[in-house]
């Protein structure tokens, strides 16, 4: 079955250090791929989105490329804020046609210090 | 975002207690979908629903049970809750299908003693 897998955490850093989220993926077919993110006593919020290969999803500085030959959708931003401090999910849906809904990692706890 | 209401946000109850979910949404979507988060699993999908009256089970669905009698109510059941189904439930809608962003609900934190 489908699967995905990114490093639990938490991850420290300071303010305005790059940050990088590894995500790697498994499944049957060519999936679109998503990074959400979770503040504290919060749903989850969509922060990116890819559909196909090479496809690169951004949004408030944050940046992701769905690489389809290392099966991977890192999450990347280069100057991080406090306000950033949350978990953030990779997940990725199958194109197989039905809706079943998505399949997603276990979550990295980001902590950012001032 | 997307209208989503969750009920009750939070709950305490005994095990062996019944237990009713709700996830209420104003945008008319097609798809719902209940998820359990927990510590070092993520989300889980339990059961969605793709039009009214028609659901299906997901990755966890052993104890729990869904309805759907109106497009913007989705029902999630705990005919008999266990220590075991003490979790965060989100509800989750999206208009047409697997290839767009899911939207949620801000959860609903269930404790059963």
């Known amino acids: 079955g489908d699967s995905v897998t990114q490093m639990e955490g938490p991850v420290t850093l300071s303010e305005e250090a790059f940050l990088t989220i590894n995500c790697t993926y498994t499944a049957t077919g060519y999936p679109s791929l998503f990074w959400y993110v979770q503040y504290p006593g919060e749903g989850l919020q969509l922060l990116l989105k890819?559909?196909?290969?090479?496809d690169k999803g951004s949004n408030k500085g944050f940046e992701a490329t769905y690489r389809k030959e290392t099966t991977s959708f890192h999450l990347e931003k280069g100057s991080v804020q406090v306000s950033d401090s949350a978990v953030y999910f990779c997940?990725?849906?199958?194109?197989?046609?039905?809706?079943?809904?998505?399949?997603f990692g276990k979550g990295t706890h980001l902590i950012i210090q001032p | 975002d997307a209208g989503i209401t969750q009920s009750p946000r939070h709950k305490v109850t005994e095990t062996g207690t019944p237990v009713t979910l709700r996830c209420h949404q104003t945008?008319?979507?097609?798809?719902m979908y209940w998820y359990r988060q927990d510590p070092g699993h993520g989300l889980r999908l339990i059961h969605y629903s793709y039009g009214v009256k028609d659901t299906d089970k997901g990755e966890v669905s052993d104890g729990y049970s869904v309805s759907r009698s109106k497009t913007e109510d989705f029902l999630l059941t705990l005919e008999s809750a266990t220590s075991s189904q003490t979790s965060v439930y989100f509800c989750a809608t999206n208009r047409d299908g697997n290839n767009q962003p899911q939207h949620f609900g801000d959860g609903t934190r269930l404790s059963i003693l």
């Open positions: 997940a990725l849906s199958d194109k197989g046609g039905g809706a079943d809904g998505l399949t």
């Open positions: 945008e008319n979507h097609r798809y």
């Open positions: 890819a559909t196909k290969a090479d």
